[in-house]
């Protein structure tokens, strides 16, 4: 078994390009097949860079086979994924459905 | 069927028959008005509604009309084509038949309705030919981007049913492309933006798309935009400004292309009803269209159309129970009174409270009657709305141009009275159309404008409704009455030569009257105008009728608010109770020694604080000859009708109840002092009196109430046949017509001066009027001294600078032109002499006598008249 490996997501305050940058490289570094998990926790209600920065750590995974799940989504966050549908994109950690 | 059903099926008839009401009536307003777009969706909705229930029942033949008709409409309430009067005819003719079928929903297969569906249809193909044989664009014509479909719309996951309900609907669909930064910077989080979105509509698919794919690497995320397919009632451009939008970022989606795809996609089950903009009966392609065979709509749609009525705060209740309730009341009045009397009678005894629980009883009755009786009460205006329509169809058919005006609809009439009433108002509003009103032609030729007018109003008046049918048309020649009558045998020849004009225009309420060159389906046959008027007396009202030529007609029916209970005063004559109704009570006066009955000017007055009030004897018009002396302890009923103020003369008050209106039987209904019967506490019948029939042709306008001012302004429109027959102290009674006589004064001897040998009354610092003896100018009788106190009579401009002096009034009077003789009294200032109130009498020329006593006309207008004449 794998031991995902865990980042955690940054506040929007926070998201400069040194930031994303090591993002993608700590999932570059998973190697395919490897889970990525995405804490949430600070994203409370979702501004549209952090939307943009989770798509992005997404469907980066997703281009290098990774098993990219989000962690301790808000009501707010996943409501808002929802709306954008992007629920069928992005994987929610199990137990955190509502 | 079950009784679950029944009910259901009632409410269906009851709310289609209601939207069918609005329908009429918007459509008929939607035709002077075709952009008005509430309108527009209040009728799709009608339709839609009529539609959606009939479905659910499973009444093909109406769904079929009213589908059609509904397409129709959201063609025009797309914009697509303009709602012309041939259209609205069309679907004028849809409603009407849609009507006869909802009156029998489960026969309506019988009621013939492919002639109204092939002509809606007809409609529907010049504005928008079928699918199958589509018009080629006009070359150079760019090609409609609203006829094709959004390549976008390729990206949604999205099934045909999910398009369904918003096409159904005639919901408008767009694709909103909007990035997520915008949102933002609209001041909205994403998720409060869908959810404002959700709240006006449905969010059918969303995705996201990135505006560039650099990758992570880069260091910046690419942009994120949001597609999203929503669908909504709202046009497109209050959603960019509800929203706050780029106008670019809200993308139409074209409803017909839509329904091909849904089509296309193989929406599964019954064939889909479009009811948008291009809607169309979508088959499968192996079936033609056919219209006709619209099906039903869908099963689970329409289950729960009537289990999403509203719960409102009304409930429908039959009007017949109704009826019964009212009756209930009014016999629960009766036994109320009849209480009060018995508790009356055991004052002083030792039943303890019965007083005060009768007074609770008493109380709660009133109550309890007021409350039904308002139930029953309905506005005019349900009914004043039918004749839009009525109006409408007859100026189409006989090529008039005529506006119908419509007043007072919000006044409310007893129901039962609406209903009665409905028969006469279309005959009135009919013979006004037809007969009335002339033809643009004419009219203009008269110096009218080419558009007639109808005018129907209702307004409270003296506690009753009074409705109005008037028409500024050709107006009724009495002449030709007279003759038409003659011809038709309903009155002889001296008859109608003795007729004044009032009473030659009464001739159109004989049976049989007609003048109508031509018996038209529209009217004519002579069998109206009698039945209204006994329709209208049925429900206790009234009918008047004015008429001038070339300047049109009124009709003024005079109706109670109720039928039922009303508050009177019990008084008593020569030992008979009667009831006088107290709407039209004012106040209760005593004579007496200090201000005693007078004679003034040839009838009994009262002076009542300053106002001289005339007064008649009850006692005397019930029995002509009862003596006059009055009754130690009499009273004066001050009472009000309408302009009219007058005294009536009883011998007792007897007490005041609510009375229970109860019709008179046939015997007496001719009687016109009576406008019911009722029952009196103690049991007796007592009849109730009617004010008007007991002033009619007892108090003239001139006798009515006296002001202060001593001046009278004849307000009252009087007819050019009527004069005042007065006398000025000699032998001779003259008449002078009323149509030259502006107002009557009263005044005092002491008050007069002579001028230069003339008789002059000082009227203000700048004024003086000029007082004429008829003697003086006249071959008549010399009079005796003026009295104390005389009349003058002013005439009317421009001669208002000189007065008639007159020693009393005698009456107004009808003077026919037939009666009048001129050829045994021939001279200046003489019209002739007639039999008029049993005496002959001069009829003056009022100018004539003027210009015989040398009163010119004013300084300013000689003059004027001078230069024209110079010029």
């Not at chain 2, 099906?295 to 009525?309: D, F, G, I, K």
């Not at chain 2, 009766?334 to 629980?357: D, I, K, W």
């Not at chain 2, 009055?630 to 008050?653: C, H, K, T, W």
């Not at chain 2, 007892?698 to 009278?712: E, H």
Request: glycine content about 8%; proline content about 6%.
């Amino acid at each position: 078994l794998s031991v995902p490996v865990t980042i955690v997501l940054p506040s929007c305050t926070s998201v400069d390009s040194s930031v994303v940058e090591s993002l993608a490289a700590q999932i570059q570094a998973a190697g395919v097949g490897s889970p990525v998990v995405a804490d949430a926790s600070p994203i409370q209600n979702p501004t549209a860079a952090e939307i943009t920065l989770l798509v992005a750590l997404a469907r980066e995974a997703s281009a290098r086979g990774v098993d990219f799940r989000i962690l301790h989504p808000s009501q707010g966050l996943i409501e808002t994924l929802r709306h954008l549908r992007l629920d069928r994109e992005i994987c929610l950690s199990p137990g955190t459905l509502p | 069927m079950s009784d679950h059903d029944n009910e259901m099926l009632d409410l269906f008839v009851q709310e289609s028959t209601e939207h069918l009401q609005t329908l009429e009536a918007d459509l008929i307003a939607l035709e002077s008005d075709p952009s008005d777009a509430d309108r527009l969706n209040r009728i799709f909705r009608a339709v839609h509604s009529i539609k959606g229930t009939a479905g659910f029942f499973g009444f093909s033949p109406i769904v079929n009309l009213a589908h059609v008709m509904e397409n129709l409409m959201s063609v025009i309430r797309a914009g697509e084509m303009v709602a012309g009067p041939a259209t609205i005819s069309r679907l004028i003719a849809g409603a009407d038949r849609l009507a006869l079928m909802i009156g029998a929903p489960a026969n309506a297969d019988e009621i013939p309705h492919a002639a109204e569906i092939a002509a809606l249809q007809e409609i529907l193909n010049k504005e928008k030919p079928p699918a199958a044989a589509p018009s080629k664009p006009a070359p150079g014509t760019p090609a409609s981007s609203s006829e094709t479909l959004p390549s976008e719309l390729d990206d949604f996951e999205i099934s045909a049913a999910d398009c369904l309900p918003g096409l159904r609907g005639g919901q408008n669909f767009y694709i909103i492309q909007v990035s997520l930064d915008e949102i933002e910077a609209l001041g909205q989080t994403i998720s409060g933006f869908f959810n404002e979105l959700a709240s006006v509509g449905t969010i059918l698919d969303a995705r996201t798309i990135s505006d560039s794919t650099p990758g992570l690497q880069s260091g910046a995320p690419a942009r994120l935009s949001c597609s999203i397919l929503f669908t909504t009632q709202l046009e497109s451009g209050i959603l960019i400004d509800a929203f706050g939008l780029p106008a670019a970022s809200v993308l139409p989606v074209p409803r017909k292309p839509l329904g091909d795809w849904v089509r296309d996609r193989g929406a599964a089950g019954p064939a889909v009803v479009l009811t948008p903009a291009a809607d169309r009966t979508i088959v499968p392609a192996n079936r033609s269209v056919a219209l006709t065979e619209a099906p039903a709509p869908e099963v689970t749609e329409l289950h729960s159309m009537p289990r999403r009525r509203k719960i409102e705060e009304t409930v429908r209740i039959n009007v017949s129970l109704l009826d019964q309730l009212m009756n209930l009341a009014g016999e629960m009045v009766l036994g109320r009174n009849q209480l009060v009397r018995l508790a009356e009678a055991q004052a002083g005894s030792q039943v303890e409270g019965l007083r005060s629980a009768v007074q609770e009883i008493s109380a709660v009755t009133s109550n309890l009657q007021g409350t039904i009786m308002r139930a029953r009460l309905h506005p005019v205006g349900s009914l004043f709305g039918k004749y839009t329509r009525v109006v409408r169809d007859l100026s189409q058919k006989l090529g008039k141009d005529i506006a119908l005006e419509i007043s007072g609809d919000e006044v409310e009439l007893d129901r039962a009275i609406l209903e009665g009433l409905s028969d006469p108002l279309t005959h009135l509003v009919r013979n006004s159309v037809d007969h009335g009103l002339e033809q643009a032609a004419e009219r203009e030729s008269h110096g009218k404008s080419p558009r007639g007018t109808v005018r129907l109003s209702a307004a409270h008046l003296a506690g009753r409704v009074q409705i109005e049918v008037a028409d500024d048309g050709r107006g009724m020649d009495p002449a030709k009455l007279k003759s038409k009558a003659i011809e038709k045998g309903l009155v002889t020849p001296e008859q109608a030569a003795r007729m004044a004009d009032n009473e030659a225009l009464q001739l159109i309420f004989a049976a049989g009257f007609s003048t109508a060159a031509q018996v038209s389906d529209i009217s004519g046959r002579g069998v109206g105008m009698d039945v209204v008027r006994t329709n209208i007396e049925k429900l206790g009202g009234h009918i008047d009728l004015q008429s001038r030529i070339g300047l049109g007609t009124r009709i003024i029916i005079r109706l109670p608010l109720t039928l039922a209970i009303v508050p009177a005063l019990i008084v008593g004559s020569r030992g008979q109770r009667y009831a006088m109704p107290q709407i039209n009570l004012e106040e209760i006066v005593r004579p007496d020694a200090d201000n005693p009955l007078r004679i003034f000017g040839g009838a009994e007055v009262l002076k009542l604080r300053d106002e001289l009030l005339p007064v008649i004897r009850l006692a005397s018009i019930l029995d002509p000859g009862a003596l006059k002396e009055s009754p130690s302890s009499s009273f004066v009923l001050a009472l009000r009708l309408e302009n009219l103020r007058f005294g009536l003369l009883v011998d007792e008050i007897m007490s005041t109840e609510e009375i229970v209106v109860k019709p008179l039987g046939r015997h007496l209904n001719a009687i016109p002092f009576y406008s019911g019967a009722t029952l009196l506490g103690q049991g007796e019948i007592a009849l109730i009196l009617d004010p008007a029939g007991l002033a009619h042709g007892r108090i003239s306008t001139t006798q009515a109430a006296l002001p202060n001012s001593k001046t009278l302004a004849l307000t009252r429109t009087v007819d050019a046949g009527r004069v005042l027959v007065f006398t000025d102290g000699s032998a001779e009674r003259f008449a002078a017509p009323l149509t030259a006589i502006t107002r009557v004064e009263q005044v005092r001897r002491e008050h007069l001066e002579r001028i230069g040998g003339l008789l002059c009354l000082r009227r203000n610092r700048a004024t003086t009027l000029q007082l004429l003896r008829l003697a003086d100018f006249l071959p008549v009788s010399t009079p005796g001294d003026l009295p104390e106190e005389f009349l003058v009579l002013v005439p009317k401009e421009p001669h208002s600078h000189a007065g008639i002096v007159a020693t009393g009034i005698v009456d107004s009077t009808d003077l026919p032109d037939a009666a009048l003789d001129d050829t045994t009294l021939n001279a200046p200032g003489v019209q002739g002499t007639a039999q008029l109130l049993d005496r002959l009498t001069i009829v003056l020329d009022i100018p004539g006598v003027c210009a015989t006593a040398g009163i010119g006309l004013p300084p300013a207008l000689e003059s004027a008249t001078l230069s024209l004449t110079t010029a």
